[in-house]
Every structure is written in structure tokens, then in C-alpha cells.
């Protein structure tokens, strides 16, 4: 056996919750607070200012320039239709309650009522028919 193969059934083999051992925090090392997702994202780009994509995007901005203007357009617009108020609708007239469809293709209830009277009349005529038989 190999070490890697060692490795991983000594992993396997622990059990869950053990399996996998997390590095201890250092106390000297946890910032005292922690760091906003736009402090962060400044300290990456700085970090990464020599990548071109993030040297443009540092000198204009996440999204091009129409964004930000079709964006303001629709603010003032939605604004004003706020302001406005809508005309009044007219009146509906009252629709009759449509009645329910059902399942898809299933058997009406009047074919289930002929087929509890055919059987009805099935038994009753197997009753009668050796009586009526015996007659001339």
C-alpha cells in the first residue's frame, strides 16, 4: 500500500465529522474586525492593478456608462407613473362561475349510473328468465 493510499483510507475510515481536519485559528492572525465584501473587493484590485481587465475596470467602473444612464431614465420615469394617478377602470360586468373540468378523461358519472342499472337488470333478467321459460 502506497502513502496516498494510506492517507485515504485513514480518512475513510475515521468517523464522520472526523474525517476532515480544519487548520486552528491562529488568535494573533483573526482581524480584529472583520472585512466588508467592498473593502475586500478594493484590496483585490489594488492588489491586481497590473491585469489589464482590472486596470480598465479600475478607470470605468464595473458597468459601461448607458447603463447608469437607461437605469436613471427608468427611476425617473417610474417616478412619475407613481405620481400620476391611474384612470379608473371601467366597471366588469358579472361572469357566470365557470364549472369544474374534472380529471383529463375521466368517465362521467352518468356512464357509471348505466352500468350499475345494466348490471341491475343483467341479475334481474337471469332471475326471471327460468320462470318466463317455463311457460308455453
Known amino acids: 500500500m502506497t ?9 475513510l475510515d475515521a468517523p464522520r465529522g ?11 492572525r483573526r482581524p480584529a474586525f472583520p472585512e466588508s465584501p467592498l473593502a475586500r473587493e478594493r484590496r ?8 489589464p481587465r482590472v486596470a ?3 478607470e470605468h467602473g464595473i458597468l459601461p456608462q448607458w447603463m447608469d444612464v437607461a437605469r436613471e431614465r427608468r427611476e425617473r ?9 391611474p384612470p379608473p377602470l371601467p366597471p366588469q360586468p358579472p361572469t357566470a362561475p365557470r364549472r369544474a373540468r374534472g380529471r383529463h378523461r375521466a ?3 352518468w356512464g357509471r349510473r ?3 342499472l345494466l ?4 341479475v334481474l333478467g337471469a332471475m326471471i328468465a327460468p320462470v318466463l321459460g317455463s311457460f308455453p
Do not use: K, Y
Request: proline fraction near 4%; glycine fraction near 4%.
Open 56 to 58: 480598465h475596470r479600475i
Open 44 to 51: 483585490l484590485l489594488r492588489q491586481m492593478a497590473d491585469n
Open 119 to 122: 348490471g341491475v337488470l343483467s
Open 18 to 28: 472526523r474525517r476532515f481536519s480544519r487548520t486552528p485559528m491562529v488568535a494573533g
Open 114 to 116: 348505466q352500468a350499475l
Open 3 to 11: 502513502a496516498v493510499e494510506t492517507r485515504v483510507r485513514a480518512v
Open 77 to 85: 420615469e417610474a417616478a412619475a407613473m407613481n405620481t400620476a394617478t
Open 107 to 109: 368517465p362521467s358519472r
